[in-house]
């Protein structure tokens, strides 16, 4: 025998219904051999600098990505609860300690999705410390990655999406557009800037003719996506029907400036808003609603009242 080393390791343990807290000591003995002078431990728990078991960790990343609770108030949090000496530059460090040891697990479920055939991404404003910035988030239906930036640049979306070939669904932020794969641009947020633009101009005929338009050539879509799902076997003879609504729509000429304007927004985003029609399984939309908030816009144009797909 050749050396011992103790250590007590702060931890918790979860368990239905409760969350205790719970020290351990580990006790290793090292030893030597007498013949080959190999050295090896009795036990194969290997001790790090931390005092803080894994279990304290999960329970700090919990609280602060999912609770959303500041490491300032999660430190007298933990203190109150368990009497752990917390402070929150301990915190800071164990937090930075897990992103350091998840960036492995980070760049696999970067390259799932980058070799994926689906995902959705959008972004969304954070404020850290009173600062401006931007969250990125790109997912398909069983990983998600989130990026933080400090600007909402393009080149964040550009650099995930360098290498993925398969189908992007998003809002019409135009850092997307630039992105050399399928697109599907998100009809909910389409349908949202139709609406409003009734609302603005309610006596606005061209307008109105517009959105009706488009409703009546998405209803039948919904009801086969409803009876089949997302199939381009029962999709793809809805590509008639896009086809002369487009025919339609860009050989009237409009007078006010807001039916141009949606007219020349259809046309642009033609080969991007029917995507769901040649590949399978591409929802139409880049987030999922309720339908409970699609009854509280009762009074809202016909196609608003229509099912979103789960």
Avoid at 31 to 57: E, I
Avoid at 276 to 302: H, I, K, Q
Wanted: contains cysteine; hydrophobic residues 35%.
């Amino acid at each position: 025998m050749n050396g011992r080393d103790r250590r007590n390791v702060i931890d918790m343990r979860f368990s239905d219904g409760w969350v205790r807290r719970w020290v351990i000591r580990y006790i290793v003995d090292w030893y030597k051999c007498g013949g080959c002078g190999s050295w090896f431990a009795s036990d194969n728990y290997r001790l790090d600098k931390s005092r803080y078991g894994a279990n304290v960790v999960a329970y700090i990343i919990y609280n602060i990505i999912e609770v959303h609770i500041s490491q300032y108030k999660l430190s007298h949090i933990i203190q109150k609860m368990f009497a752990y000496p917390l402070s929150q530059q301990t915190i800071h460090r164990m937090v930075r300690r897990a992103a350091d040891k998840y960036q492995e697990t980070f760049e696999e479920i970067r390259q799932r999705l980058s070799q994926g055939k689906l995902i959705h991404a959008d972004e969304t404003h954070v404020s850290v410390k009173g600062t401006n910035s931007y969250v990125w988030v790109f997912t398909s239906m069983e990983d998600v990655v989130y990026i933080w930036s400090q600007t909402r640049e393009g080149f964040t979306a550009a650099n995930f999406l360098k290498d993925f070939g398969g189908v992007l669904v998003s809002d019409f932020y135009s850092a997307y557009g630039s992105i050399n794969c399928p697109q599907q641009k998100c009809l909910i947020h389409l349908m949202r800037d139709l609406n409003s633009d009734i609302l603005k101009e309610p006596f606005n005929d061209e307008i109105k003719g517009i959105v009706q338009g488009f409703a009546t050539l998405l209803k039948p879509m919904i009801d086969t996506i409803d009876r089949f799902g997302l199939k381009t076997h029962f999709l793809r003879k809805h590509k008639m029907a896009v086809a002369r609504f487009y025919d339609a729509l860009l050989c009237r000429r409009y007078d006010s400036g807001l039916a141009q304007k949606t007219q020349e927004r259809l046309k642009k985003n033609r080969t991007r808003l029917f995507t769901f029609l040649e590949y399978d399984n591409v929802p139409r939309e880049s987030r999922v609603l309720p339908e409970s908030w699609l009854r509280r816009r009762a009074g809202m144009p016909p196609f608003y009242r229509c099912p979103v797909v789960r």
